[in-house]
């Protein structure tokens, strides 16, 4: 039987799967912190996110090699690699697959900097110079801070473009490239996440592109999801016991790799993903913007509506931190051990609606608003424990999702079943719960865990034409 490998470069991980897709489940999988963080905390503080690409293509290798170390003489019989990852950043590549400086990630601020002596940011600047929201509109987004589109516009601005030849691509593209040597197509669930691409057409929005003054040589070819990218660089195969040749196929956004790795039946569901920042999915059939929402390219020609937050298992992070400080600060030493279990078991006691406490999870601003802010409110002596303010928490997160689930109502009617994934949801058994009170309905979780690294191995079989399109890719979905 054919196997296939899925790579998920993640924000924090790097998540390897092999995957039987007959039988519907994974032979391997390795998770493993990726450490190619290179902001200094001096730069962290002024809202810099970069990566070091030459550690972070040495720690791909390393968790790839793990992966095929666990299914042993069966490697021979890998067919091939889809990869995921993290979307909006950019990677600039040289020739050779070469880095050409650090990459910069979806976490990124610069863009939000104001320009000496104008009045606006760098971000306002480009959305004006593109020619405002209307510009945006077959983008099915409008651009934020951490976007390739407009951190390429502030290296312009900052005259710190790199010199022709280079490439400007997304973070698992550059996996990609790492993979093969050779400087990778990208497609448009990941180019959506630009800014700078028409996803209606699939292609690259070069009159916005020509506005900006952004060089055409930076943007590299597109093709669609299961579009071989290239082949395992032979040195690689060789030394992990691979097949020559094996084909590596275009990165996928994440967020579309955790839906199709995730969703048995996509007309009838939700998706609900939670990691370190948080979305809300429901595929349609045809391209459809609404207000706050982001409309993104899925693979097979249909489209996804999401809603994105700058919340989820960050929130659940910050106030994690605020305990641990409080314990340290008062203890005169550090708060050693988990925090989380007990969060959530100190919330469990606690009744719904949190006596009245409520919490906006905004405590990094919006994709919409990066000015807003958190909140905790109806602060009354008796709510006012570790307890009430993580259930607040969760519920302020449910009530955040459902409504950006209303939103989406008037282009996808009522759904009948919420699929949750990202750790955020599978390790939290009160969120789960809070979530399928909040919309009424059932939740029911992946049985495998990585749902990205899965949706892109499956987006590999389809591509090698093991599966016969992306319906039946969903069909390999098991449900816990």
Do not use: K
Request: glycine share 12%; hydrophobic share 45%; aromatic share 6%.
């Amino acid at each position: 039987m054919a196997l296939y490998a899925g790579l998920d470069v993640g924000t924090t991980t790097l998540s390897v799967v092999i995957m039987d897709v007959t039988a519907g489940h994974l032979l391997a999988r390795h998770t493993v912190a990726h450490t190619a963080q290179s902001s200094s905390p001096a730069d962290r503080a002024r809202g810099r996110a970069e990566l070091d690409l030459d550690l972070l293509r040495a720690q791909i290798m390393e968790a790839l090699a793990e992966a095929v170390r666990q299914v042993g003489e069966r490697a021979a019989d890998l067919r091939g690699l889809g990869v995921t990852g993290q979307m909006h950043g950019v990677a600039l590549l040289g020739p050779g697959a070469r880095p050409l400086g650090p990459g910069i990630t979806w976490q990124d601020h610069r863009a939000l900097e104001e320009i000496p002596g104008a009045g606006e940011t760098y971000l306002q600047r480009f959305l004006r110079l593109a020619g405002g929201p209307a510009a945006f509109e077959r983008m099915g987004c409008l651009p934020a801070a951490g976007y390739l589109g407009p951190t390429l516009f502030w290296l312009r601005e900052q005259r710190q473009l790199p010199a022709s030849p280079a490439t400007a691509c997304f973070i698992p593209d550059a996996a990609v490239a790492f993979l093969t040597g050779a400087i990778p197509p990208t497609d448009p669930t990941d180019g959506g996440s630009s800014g700078l691409m028409d996803i209606v057409d699939c292609r690259w929005a070069w009159e916005v592109i020509d506005r900006l003054e952004l060089p055409r040589t930076l943007f590299p070819e597109v093709r669609l999801p299961g579009a071989q990218a290239g082949t395992l660089l032979a040195e690689v195969a060789t030394r992990m016991g691979l097949p020559q040749g094996m084909p590596v196929y275009v990165a996928i956004g994440d967020n579309q790799a955790s839906f199709l790795g995730s969703v048995r039946e996509p007309a009838r569901s939700v998706a609900l993903n939670v990691g370190t920042g948080a979305q809300i999915s429901v595929v349609i059939d045809r391209f459809r913007r609404l207000p706050d929402l982001d409309a993104r390219y899925f693979p097979g020609g249909r489209y996804l509506l999401v809603g994105a937050g700058l919340f989820g298992g960050r929130s659940y992070a910050y106030l994690g931190s605020l305990f641990r400080q409080v314990c340290g600060a008062f203890s005169g030493g550090p708060c050693e051990g988990e925090l989380y279990d007990r969060m959530t078991e100190l919330a469990a006691a606690v009744p719904p609606g949190a006596d009245g406490l409520r919490c906006l999870p905004l405590f990094t601003g919006s994709r919409s608003d990066p000015s807003v802010r958190g909140s905790f409110t109806g602060i009354t002596p008796h709510n006012l424990t570790p307890g009430h303010l993580a259930r607040a928490l969760l519920e302020g997160m449910a009530e955040m999702f459902h409504g950006m689930y209303d939103q989406m109502r008037p282009a996808v009617g009522e759904r009948e079943l919420l699929v949750g994934s990202g750790n955020g949801i599978r390790r939290n058994a009160l969120f789960a719960r809070i979530l399928a009170e909040r919309f009424g309905l059932p939740l029911v979780t992946p049985a495998e865990q990585e749902e990205a690294a899965t949706g892109a191995a499956l987006v590999a079989a389809v591509g090698a034409g093991e599966l016969a399109d992306f319906d039946a890719a969903s069909r390999c979905v098991q449900y816990a």
